[in-house]
């Protein structure tokens, strides 16, 4: 199968690479300052958005006055591409840019998106996600975190955890109980909360591997007073926008992996003759199995994503949309351990401090969080099995 894309996108695809040339910041500026959370933002990466957001090519989907530049969607596919294969973050704050900025966009009121969604998007803030809860995740609906409506101000009283960068953000997409007698989906709210609010208090939790550099958090809220105007939307409507903001999650997220599936797949396979020559025989059969089922994966989820991705801009449905997820997690997952069989790894220094590339044993321990945020591949599996093959729960 040959897949190429009309004149009109290959010459979008030329301007934006010598748009990248020219102004992408170098290896050596980012590996100076690194970000070290998903909502710190480091100055080249603030300076990197604020380009990016001036030349209409933070968002190109969208449009000029907020970041874009009314592309369409295959353009916007071939730029995503290119970024990623140029091994430029897009942003390092990326629930801000892919979730919140977006979902204050739809739903918030003039001055949330003057004063939280625009610095967002031109690297003046960062935001993070306040949705799990420790008995909330999968059933996110069954949040407990109540926000109380006092006159002009709402006061907060909860938990939440797993959310990611809220030890460095400036404020989070807090999702509270508004309505505690209502049925669980319709009496939850999101409102704005600056992380510098009194009440708050952040605890990172510790990962295996960069344990020095926690990106996830608990957030413990204790009567934390916001203004009135910083509830999202209408009241009690925040499950609409847990599903639009999923929804934004959810329709950016394969193409990367396929992007950096194919570019792992790529330097193991150029590893793998001389590390395989070092295996015993009966060994060595059953790694380069695996080598070649992932090099499969890797192709086949290329053309999975491709296929649905063509069905929905035809204005189809396209149920491979909704296996992306799971796949391409969980083929990330088996690349790493099989890289990681392969023995290229040539330290296994677990929770090193130095700044060095990730080992593929530690790789494959992160890989596991892949496939549990933004819903687990079981949730997705249940997902599958009803929306897509119709069959009962
Ligand atoms: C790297 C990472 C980053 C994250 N970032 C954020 C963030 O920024 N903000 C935020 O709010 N949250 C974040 N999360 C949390 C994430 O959304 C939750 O971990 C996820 O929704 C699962 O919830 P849980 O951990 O409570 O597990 P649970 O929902 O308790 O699930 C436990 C296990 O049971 C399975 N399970 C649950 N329900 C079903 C079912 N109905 N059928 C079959 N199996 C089921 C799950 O698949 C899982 O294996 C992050 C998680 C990770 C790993």
Same mark, same amino acid.
């Given at each position: 199968m040959k897949l190429s894309f009309g004149d009109e996108v290959e010459a979008f695809r030329q301007e934006f690479l010598a748009w990248l040339a020219e102004n992408r910041p170098s290896a050596e500026e980012m590996a100076a300052e690194p970000a070290i959370s998903s909502a710190h933002v480091p100055g080249w990466a603030g300076r990197w958005a604020r380009r990016l957001f001036d030349a209409g @090519?933070? /968002?190109?989907? @969208?449009?000029t006055e907020r970041g874009g530049r009314n592309a369409g969607p295959v353009e916007t596919l071939v730029y995503l591409e290119e970024l990623t294969k140029a091994g430029v973050p897009r942003t390092t704050n990326p629930q801000g840019l892919g979730i919140v900025a977006p979902s204050i966009l739809d739903y918030g009121s003039e001055e949330q998106i003057r004063d939280y969604a625009m610095p967002i998007l031109r690297g003046e803030k960062s935001a993070c996600l306040g949705m799990s809860e420790p008995g909330a995740g999968s059933d996110l609906a069954s949040l407990s975190t109540r926000a109380v409506l006092d006159g002009d101000r709402i006061v907060i009283d909860g938990q939440k955890v797993w959310t990611s960068g809220a030890n460095d953000a400036d404020f989070c997409f807090l999702f509270c109980r +508004?309505?505690?007698?209502?049925p669980k989906h319709k009496g939850i709210s999101v409102v704005l909360v600056d992380m510098a609010t009194p009440g708050i208090t952040v605890r990172p939790l510790a990962e295996i591997a960069k344990p020095e550099h926690p990106d996830l958090n608990e957030v413990f809220l204790s009567e934390v007073v916001v203004p009135r105007e910083n509830l999202v939307g209408k009241l009690n409507d925040g499950w609409a926008m847990a599903n639009g903001s999923l929804a934004h999650e959810r329709g950016m997220v394969w193409l990367s992996f396929v992007v950096t599936l194919e570019e792992d797949i790529a330097a193991v396979l150029a590893e793998a003759p001389a590390a395989l020559e070092r295996l015993a025989p009966a060994e060595r059969a059953v790694v380069a199995d695996g080598l070649v089922a992932s090099a499969i994966d890797s192709a086949a989820a290329r053309c999975l994503g491709y296929r649905g991705f063509a069905k929905l801009v035809r204005g189809g449905s396209a149920p491979e949309q909704a296996l992306m997820k799971a796949y391409t997690s969980e083929a990330k997952r088996r690349l790493a351990r099989r890289a990681a069989e392969l023995g290229t *790894?040539? +330290? /296994? *220094?677990?929770?090193?401090?130095?700044?060095s590339d990730p080992t593929w044993i530690e790789r494959y321990f992160v890989s596991f969080g892949g496939t549990i945020s933004a819903g687990s591949s079981e949730i997705q599996r249940n997902i599958i099995a009803e929306k897509v093959l119709g069959l009962p729960r």
């Open positions: @090519w933070l /968002v190109p989907g @969208w449009p +508004t309505n505690p007698e209502a *790894d040539h +330290t /296994v *220094d677990i929770g090193s401090t130095a700044a």
